[in-house]
């Protein structure tokens, strides 16, 4: 059966549903073991009063009298109907029957004969009423029947269920009232709920369920995981909200970025073809710019694919790792840095003294002996290109000539190279933000990485953390800016993925 209708009034008719269900059970329960309990106190006072009539003979009961039935009935509780026979041993009446009180028809007592060996039965008289009957042999020959009628425990028993309909009546009804007024104070924390919610779903993200009820109850429990799953909520909102914070900068960065190759390369076409006339040094010159630019364009669009490819691993393997030695990095980062400026001095070292943690920190000063040994298992181009991308940023933002230290070695299990440079350094705070695509600031690291397009760095992480390293940052206490790659180390007798 459903109900319907809130679930104040559900509750409370499931309540007093389950409640009268109850109590009809245990009244038939009460009333059934009651009227055994009084049937037979019926058969001992028949028994006993039907051994007393076996001795005593048929005159001497003065049936005629209502005074003496009376006085018989007066010891007698629970009959008010009574009848004796006195049968021969031919079964015919010895005496005349006798019914004492209202003289309700008992049943025939010439058909009890067979019923001598049973202490107290049961029989049903011509007016369907019940009674109670007794079989006692006389000692000079015959019987003498007595039998009872179940009237007055039937009435007992009618009074009292009548007494407990109304009782219980009441009582359900006391209870319906007292429920009606005191399910709301239980049903509070759910109105808590409620309200929550909907404060939550008109775009407040801080509400939360205040918690009611003692400690480990279902209530408290209840409310814990609510809070935790809004919590939760409240998380992913906001990384949604910054993810797409971040993706519309992104656009517009591209955007930016894209613009002024294209503006450069609009420019000088538009400019040529109003001219007249170009001399071939002036057409040169056009087309110089407009390759230039066309090159910068290429390489954006190659940076953007490159970190699309990373970002979305379905688009296909990105690397092809082999055994290598960080130490030809190391070489091929000097070579880079002499062929950009000749004059700057680049001295190759151990790695430094320091440690770092995280993407974007770390500690490092000075260097410590010669190169180590520091094999990987690696992508060679994939890892160029991350120096070439280091280096561009050490000569972008560094004076020309300032000295450059390149380290590379073992650190524990980790194989490290470290690019050390003497240029101003980073500012507080700006270690990770650095490491983001298109970051722009007053001093920007990542202005150069990757002609100059602002995703250098972006690619470096993202190529590092493609071989299961990171890339470490920090500006030590002298000046300058330390980056350190660190990745796996393998053996050499590790096989080749």
């Not at 009333?31 to 009539?53: C, N, P, S, Y």
């Not at 006692?136 to 020959?141: C, D, L, Q, S």
């Not at 591209?254 to 001399?279: K, Q």
């Not at 101003?424 to 490491?435: K, L, S």
């Amino acid at each position: 059966m459903r109900f319907r209708g809130s679930l104040r009034v559900r509750l409370l008719a499931v309540s007093l549903g389950l409640l009268m269900v109850g109590i009809l059970v245990s009244d038939v329960l009460v009333l059934r073991e009651l009227r055994m309990h009084l049937v037979d106190r019926v058969d001992r006072q028949v028994t006993a009063f039907g051994q007393l009539m076996a001795r005593l003979s048929p005159g001497l009961l003065a049936t005629s009298t209502p005074a003496g039935g009376e006085q018989v009935l007066a010891g007698l509780d629970l009959i008010n109907d009574l009848t004796v026979t006195y049968l021969d041993d031919s079964g015919r009446i010895a005496g005349s029957a006798t019914a004492i009180g209202s003289a309700v028809t008992p049943p025939a007592a010439a058909t009890l004969r067979d019923k001598t060996a049973v202490p107290a039965f049961g029989a049903g008289g011509p007016d369907g009423s019940g009674w109670r009957m007794v079989v006692v042999p006389r000692p000079g020959g015959g019987i003498v029947v007595v039998g009872s009628s179940l009237e007055a425990v039937d009435d007992i028993l009618v009074r009292l269920l009548v007494f407990c309909l109304i009782a219980e009546a009441a009582l359900v009804l006391v209870l319906g009232v007292a429920g009606w007024f005191g399910v709301p104070a239980a049903l509070r924390p759910l109105r808590a709920i409620e309200r929550t919610a909907t404060a939550i779903a008109a775009g407040d993200l801080r509400q939360r369920v205040p918690v009611k009820g003692p400690p480990g109850s279902e209530v408290a429990r209840l409310t814990g995981v609510l809070n935790d799953m809004l919590e939760r909520n409240e998380r992913a909102f906001a990384a949604r909200a910054a993810s797409e914070a971040r993706m519309r900068r992104f656009v517009a960065d591209v955007g930016h970025e894209l613009r002024t190759p294209l503006f450069g390369i609009a420019g000088s076409a538009e400019l040529h073809l109003m001219r007249e006339s170009s001399s071939p040094g002036e057409i040169d010159r056009t087309m110089r710019r407009i390759d230039t630019e066309a090159r910068r364009l290429t390489g954006l669009v190659e940076d953007l694919l490159l970190l699309a490819r990373l970002d979305e691993s379905a688009a296909g393997p990105v690397l092809e790792p082999a055994p290598m030695d960080l130490r030809t990095l190391a070489a091929y980062a000097r070579d880079q840095l002499a062929a950009l400026d000749p004059a700057r001095p680049v001295i190759l070292t151990g790695t430094g003294t320091g440690t770092g943690t995280g993407t974007g920190t770390g500690t490092g000063t000075g260097g410590a002996g010669p190169p180590g040994a520091a094999p990987v298992l690696g992508d060679e181009a994939r890892l160029r290109q991350v120096v070439v991308n280091l280096v561009g940023n050490v000569h972008a933002h560094t004076p020309a000539g300032s000295p450059v230290r390149i380290g590379v070695g073992l650190v524990g299990e980790q194989a490290v190279l470290e690019v050390a440079d003497s240029g101003p350094g980073i500012p507080a705070g700006e270690e990770e933000r650095i490491f983001e695509r298109f970051h722009r600031g007053e001093t920007s690291r990542d202005r150069s990485g990757g002609g100059g397009s602002g995703l250098g760095l972006a690619i470096v992480r993202s190529l590092v953390g493609t071989h299961g390293g990171s890339v470490q940052v920090c500006s030590p206490p002298g000046g300058g800016a330390v980056f350190r790659v660190v990745l796996p180390a393998v053996t050499e007798t590790r096989p080749v993925a």
